[in-house]
């Protein structure tokens, strides 16, 4: 998610917090219980970050993914950050409702253009096409059995014509404001550009940090639908039907819910905590990039590791982290690594002083 140490967090912006207050209060008109309701009772105020996020620079991000399987998890709640390698995550954790918490608002209104992909979105090929523009196959059928690299054929095709495009962005926009969500006129431009981006770079888009090109070791959209686990095994959510048909059917049931919220802020986890205690659900998974790096060695970390605890979680809740830099004993060819920590390790080893130096935190288990 996050990159280099170089950068840091930037102060809560004002201007953001103000639209978030104002978005917030008309929101709260919503029934408790939809997806706009829950969208404003968990969110608070939002922040920046000099990045845009809208794919992941952590290559490494399916080497989790057999300890995810390990685990066993059927149902409970996945927490995470980011932009879609959430949905990689959810489709092997498979939990009951999903939240995707970050501090940035910007990621909610992408959010809603990944869901309104699923809602107009009957396969993963289907998917795949219109977030990047491409023309949707026909007929749709033989592609539920498509491996990777057909999908990437097919994201490589010429892009749809204007007028396509166009009615395209009509029935995203729809779809979009039939959410519930009260977004201003911006917020509608904001994520139209976010799916140009994907339309103009397809499969060679990468993260991208403010003034700054991309780093050499950041990988494409195209290089994280290719990407593998340690085994060869391939787990991104586009790269079976089966996966995708499990991130889709959360979305539709309106399940997979973004969230404006700092993790060791005051609102967002402790309003999703008391929502999960209210469901009788517990956190299987919680995935938190390298946010750690950030807040480590303040107030703040512990704060957040707090607020972790007021989660319901069991002995097999996990957290799935990236490392960065100096840190990663990544691989060859990879400038993170990723590493998952019982959730009660985390806690119960910062509290017994295990974890004073983030170097202690960020090393292999």
């Known amino acids: 998610m996050m990159g280099p140490t170089t950068r840091r967090l930037l102060a809560c912006s004002a201007v953001l917090g103000l639209a978030l207050l104002t978005t917030t209060s008309r929101a709260r008109v919503q029934a408790p219980g939809t997806f706009a309701g829950h969208v404003a009772a968990l969110s608070e ?23 995810l399987r390990a685990a066993g998890f059927e149902g409970g709640a996945y927490i995470g950050v980011g932009p ?15 939240f995707i918490v970050d501090l940035r608002r910007d990621n909610l209104l992408l959010h809603l253009l990944f869901k309104a992909l ?24 033989p592609w539920r059995t498509a491996d990777a690299e057909a999908l990437a054929k097919l994201a490589e095709g010429p892009r749809a014509g204007p007028e396509a495009l166009a009615a395209l962005r009509t029935r995203l926009d729809d779809t979009i404001r039939a959410f519930g969500i009260p977004l201003s006129t911006e917020d509608m431009a904001t994520i139209a550009r976010f799916h140009r981006r994907f339309e103009d770079s397809g499969l060679d888009l990468q993260f991208e940090t403010t003034g700054r090109a991309p ?47 700092d993790l060791s802020g005051t609102t967002a986890l402790a309003a999703i905590g008391r929502l999960l205690a209210s469901r009788g659900e517990h956190a299987s998974a919680v995935y938190v990039s390298n946010v750690e790096f950030y807040l480590f060695g303040g107030a703040r970390f512990s704060q957040y590791l707090e607020n972790l605890s007021r989660l319901p979680h069991t002995r097999r809740s996990l957290i799935i982290r990236a490392v960065f830099g100096r840190f990663a004993r990544s691989e060859p060819g990879y400038g993170s690594a990723s590493l998952v920590q019982p959730m009660d390790d985390l806690l119960e080893g910062y509290r017994d002083g295990r974890f004073r130096a983030y170097q202690e935190l960020a090393a292999p288990r």
């Open 45 to 67: 105020h939002g922040g920046f970050f000099d990045t845009d996020n809208l794919i992941s620079n952590e290559r490494s991000y399916l080497h989790v993914v057999p300890d």
């Open 118 to 141: 699923f809602s107009l979105s009957s396969t993963r090929a289907e998917y795949l096409a219109q977030l990047l523009g491409r023309p949707v196959p026909a007929p749709l059928d």
């Open 215 to 261: 780093q050499p070791y950041y990988p494409t959209y195209g290089d994280l639908l290719l990407e593998r686990d340690r085994r060869g095994q391939r787990w991104n959510f586009l790269a079976s039907e089966e996966a995708f048909q499990t991130v889709r059917d959360l979305q539709r049931r309106d399940l997979v819910i973004p969230v404006v919220g």
């Open 84 to 98: 879609d390698q959430n949905f990689s995550y959810i489709a092997q954790v498979k939990p009951s409702i999903a």
